[in-house]
C-alpha cells in the first residue's frame, strides 16, 4: 500500500493518518517523541505493511511482474494498488477523492512540525502534484514511479511496469479488490498492538 491507501485506512482521526503517513521515515527508537495517537498511526502503518507482504492475493500480483523487474514488484504493486483505490475512489467514500485530498494536505500541512525532515522535504512537491489524485489516472502512476526510479540509486526504471498494467488491468483490478477487502475486515477487528 502506498500514501493513499494508508491514509485512507486512518479514517477521520489526524493523529492516526499523520503517523500512518510518516511511519517509513521513523525510526523504532524515534516511536517515544511522538504523540499516542502518531504512535498508533506508525503502528497502524507497520501492521498494514506487515499484513500486506504476507498476503497470497499481493503475491499473485508481484509474480506478474517479477520476470521484469526482479525485486522490485513489491513497490511497484503498493503504486498499483493506489492506482485502483483512486480510480475506484467512489466505491470507498462518499467524499470526492479531490475534496479528500484538499483535506489531506491539510491535516499534514498543519502537523508540519513533527514530520520527519525526510518527509517535510517532498510533502510540497506532494501537494504541488497533486500526488492522490493523480494516482487515478495511469500518467499519474507512471509520473510516480519514474520518480521513485530517478531517486533510487539502482535505476531500476519501474514506470515500465505501466505497460503490464495497460495488458492485465483485470487481473490486477481483481486482486487489489479481493485483497483490499479482506485488509479492510483484518483491520475493523484488529486488536491495537503495542511495541
Known sequence: MNYLAHLFLSGDNEELMVGNFIADSVRGSDLASFSEGVQQGIRLHREID?????????????????????????????????????????NYSDESLKDYSK??????????????ERVRGFLPYMIWGNWL???SKL????QTLRGMS????????????????????????????????????HLRTRTPQKD
Open 103 to 116: 483535506r489531506v494536505y491539510g491535516v499534514l500541512k498543519t502537523h508540519k512540525k513533527i514530520l520527519p
Open 150 to 185: 530517478s531517486r533510487s540509486r539502482f535505476k531500476p526504471e519501474m514506470h515500465r511496469a505501466v505497460a503490464v498494467l495497460r495488458t492485465q488491468y483485470d487481473g490486477f483490478q481483481d486482486e487489489f479488490e479481493r485483497f483490499f477487502a479482506e485488509l479492510r475486515e
Open 50 to 90: 506487515s499484513y500486506t507482504d504476507k498476503h497470497p492475493v499481493v503475491a499473485e500480483s508481484k509474480n506478474r511482474l517479477r520476470p521484469e523487474f526482479g525485486k522490485w514488484p513489491p513497490v511497484i504493486v503498493d503504486v498499483f494498488y493506489d492506482h485502483f483505490l483512486a480510480a475506484g475512489w467512489t
Open 139 to 142: 500518467a499519474g502512476i507512471e
Open 133 to 135: 489524485v493523480g494516482y
